[in-house]
């Protein structure tokens, strides 16, 4: 069984339209991480959660906003979307210092 | 530039060869994780070195640090077609949780 969820698998969007990424993860972990990777660059740490708090954010743009309704989810809502958020965003997990990755979701803006 | 970065860039081999992979680091650790990331999926973790720990083997991997030097390296024995990915060394940083800064990978291709 997936232990972290992520859907969608793949997501196209126009150009200023507004989409979330679902992260469920069911290791029971307490910290959540948003990734991103695209072919310019390596993979890059976004956003981290701990106990559902924010705790570290390394996206330089607001149109980022991560989301926690439940201590095991972490979705990403972006808004007003650009050409250059094309990339494939992963979740990830962790209890200490290991950290586990989702599937990723691929986006593709248009 | 980059908090890590694996070298070489890209290597392959033949099936049943032992390869190396290596990274430089720039920052003070507590630990280090060496990924594998196939094609289309998300990265997999292969390894954690702590800072106190100078070697850890997983099956036919083995992970080496010198904190010295600020180098690790990871060693696969009797290469498979299907440890054909991407590998990636990672450096922890506390910010309240541990974060990890990925470098570039090296992409690894084992032939039959």
């Known amino acids: 069984d997936p232990k972290i969820i992520q859907k969608p698998k793949y997501l196209v969007a126009v150009t200023g339209s507004e989409k979330i990424l679902i992260c469920e993860q069911y290791l029971g972990h307490n910290a959540m991480y948003w990734y991103r990777q695209s072919a310019k660059k390596p993979l890059e740490f976004m956003f981290s959660?701990?106990?559902?708090?924010?705790?570290d954010n390394q996206t330089a743009s607001s149109r980022f906003q991560p989301q926690s309704s439940k201590k095991n989810h972490l979705d990403l809502q972006i808004t007003a979307l650009k050409p250059d958020d094309s990339a494939t965003y992963f979740c990830?997990?962790?209890?200490?210092?290991?950290?586990?990755f989702g599937p990723g979701t691929r986006l593709t803006v248009l | 530039s980059q908090l890590a970065e694996e070298n070489p860039w890209a290597l392959s081999v033949h099936e049943g060869e032992s390869v190396t992979v290596n990274c430089s680091y720039k920052?003070?650790?507590?630990?280090l994780q060496w990924y594998r990331q196939k094609s289309g999926e998300g990265p997999a973790q292969l390894i954690l070195i702590r800072s106190n720990e100078r070697e850890k083997r997983n099956g036919r991997l083995r992970a080496t640090l010198d904190t010295s030097s600020q180098s690790s390296s990871l060693s696969i024995t009797a290469t498979r077609c299907e440890d054909t990915a991407v590998y990636f060394c990672?450096?922890?940083?506390?910010?309240?949780?541990?974060?990890?800064?990925f470098g570039a990978g090296t992409r690894l291709k084992v032939i039959a």
């Open positions: 920052t003070s650790i507590t630990a």
């Open positions: 990830a997990s962790s209890q200490h210092s290991e950290q586990y």
């Open positions: 959660y701990s106990y559902q708090k924010l705790m």
């Open positions: 990672a450096t922890d940083v506390w910010t309240g949780n541990y974060k990890y800064v």
